[in-house]
């Protein structure tokens, strides 16, 4: 009966290896429901959203932040003498992919605060305004918009997602207006 177990015991595992080495061969493994294909000799090409490996191409979404800007609402509730504003940043996601990319979240950044956004799925070449407001005093602020914050979406280019800027918050609340444009894709 021990004999008859091992013997099981070995043909299970056999079987085991045998649809592992399958996979490992054919490059496939499984990601969610879709199939991720795995190469060590792919190219990829970032402006067009596909990764090519051998004869098989595959296209993958690509986000992108663009046009951050700042728009200065009006006073906030100040205390004491020190003037704060409230300022409405927004910024355009878009896909320029070749394939649609699932919900995502935008970081959305004025100096030291931020807070996640969430950013609807997109199709290719489609893109959303993402938008929060933060309460900063006059002056020269930074900002940074950064598509796919968390990370949900697989693209073809990871390395394209932020915008960072510069700008300035007038005295009396009035208009923002960007004075600098560092990182734009």
């Known amino acids: 009966?021990?004999?008859?177990?091992n013997l099981t015991i070995v043909a299970i595992s056999l079987v085991v290896a045998l649809v592992v080495s399958l996979v490992v061969s054919l490059g496939v493994a499984s990601n969610g429901g879709s199939n991720v294909y795995l190469s060590s000799n792919y190219t990829g090409n970032s402006s067009t959203g596909n990764i090519s490996s051998g004869s098989r191409t595959w296209s993958y979404p690509d986000l992108i932040a663009q046009r951050y800007v700042p728009a200065t609402v009006g006073k906030a509730n100040s205390t004491g003498n020190d003037t704060m504003c409230n300022v409405r940043m927004s910024a355009a996601v878009r896909n320029i992919g070749n394939?649609?990319?699932?919900?995502?979240?935008t970081w959305l950044q004025a100096d030291y605060g931020g807070s996640y956004v969430y950013t609807v799925?997109?199709?290719?070449?489609?893109a959303t305004a993402v938008s929060t407001y933060f309460i900063l005093p006059?002056?020269?602020?930074?900002?940074?918009?950064?598509?796919?914050a968390m990370g949900n979406v697989v693209?073809?280019?990871?390395?394209?997602?932020?915008?960072l800027m510069n700008f300035t918050v007038p005295a009396n609340c009035g208009v923002a207006k960007v004075s600098k444009v560092i990182i734009a894709p």
């Open 155 to 163: 693209e073809s280019n990871e390395y394209n997602n932020d915008y």
């Open 99 to 105: 394939a649609s990319a699932n919900y995502s979240y």
């Open 1 to 5: 009966m021990e004999g008859k177990q």
């Open 121 to 126: 799925p997109l199709a290719p070449q489609q």
């Open 138 to 148: 006059p002056g020269a602020h930074s900002g940074l918009a950064y598509a796919d």
